[in-house]
């Protein structure tokens, strides 16, 4: 069963502005990643924050987490044509379930 | 980090037939899942591979149609027994040292 939902589905942007993407969850959590896929079978780890933080960057990265919201957001910064790829949140607690994603494309 | 091999990379398969995945981590981990993604949608978890023990089947996923080995701390297996077209997908292992690490991914077609 799948507990994150992102949040858009589909995201277009020009190349150099900043892409947001939500992600909300059900149940309680020791964290949430954030996990990049491009076209083919890649997944990237890109970030995780654990339950008792609120922010944590990484590079052109910023990622939130509203544990009494049960959402976190994922902010892609300058973004680059490289940067286009689908864009999955996980929840982890004893396993680790993965969102429906967000497909990013960036235009030139 | 963890590097994780995967074999095969991909199959195409008869109706009825079973295939078997491995998984090989360089390195002892704790935890493997297996995955499943179809075309365009997120990533499924099947099952947790525990070592030693039976695998943790998710909601629609048994051990009858996936059955799994986890023998030691840095290989496991996942078949999928009798297959038909619905299985095809891509199934993709992945070890836990609390992030994720992937294999590359074993694209399956049952025809």
């Known amino acids: 069963s799948q507990q994150g939902e992102e949040d858009p589905q589909a995201l277009s942007i020009q190349e150099g502005e900043n892409a947001t993407m939500n992600c909300s969850y059900k149940?309680?959590?020791?964290?949430l990643q954030w996990y990049r896929q491009n076209s083919g079978r890649g997944l990237v780890h890109l970030i995780l924050?654990?339950?008792?933080?609120r922010e944590k960057h990484s590079g052109r990265l910023r990622v939130t987490l509203d544990t009494s919201k049960k959402s976190s957001s994922l902010l892609i910064t300058a973004s680059r044509a490289a940067d286009t790829a689908s864009y999955f949140c996980?929840?982890?607690?004893?396993?680790?379930?993965f969102g429906k994603g967000t497909r990013l494309h960036i235009l030139p | 980090s963890a590097v994780i091999s995967q074999k095969p990379s991909r199959d195409i398969c008869q109706r009825g037939t079973s295939l078997t995945i491995q998984c090989q981590v360089d390195?002892?981990?704790?935890?493997m899942f297996w995955y499943r993604q179809q075309p365009g949608q997120s990533l499924t978890l099947i099952a947790t591979?525990?070592?030693?023990?039976?695998?943790?089947?998710e909601s629609g996923f048994v051990i009858d149609k996936f059955p799994i080995s986890r023998p030691n701390l840095t290989f496991s297996t996942l078949t999928v027994s009798n297959m038909s077209p619905e299985d095809s997908s891509i199934y993709l292992c992945?070890?836990?040292?609390?992030?994720?690490?992937f294999g590359s991914g074993t694209q399956l077609s049952v025809l």
């Open positions: 992945s070890a836990a040292a609390e992030k994720l690490f």
């Open positions: 149940t309680s959590i020791n964290n």
């Open positions: 924050i654990r339950s008792n933080e």
């Open positions: 996980a929840t982890a607690d004893d396993k680790i379930i």
């Open positions: 390195s002892q981990v704790t935890m």
């Open positions: 591979a525990n070592q030693g023990s039976e695998a943790t089947y």
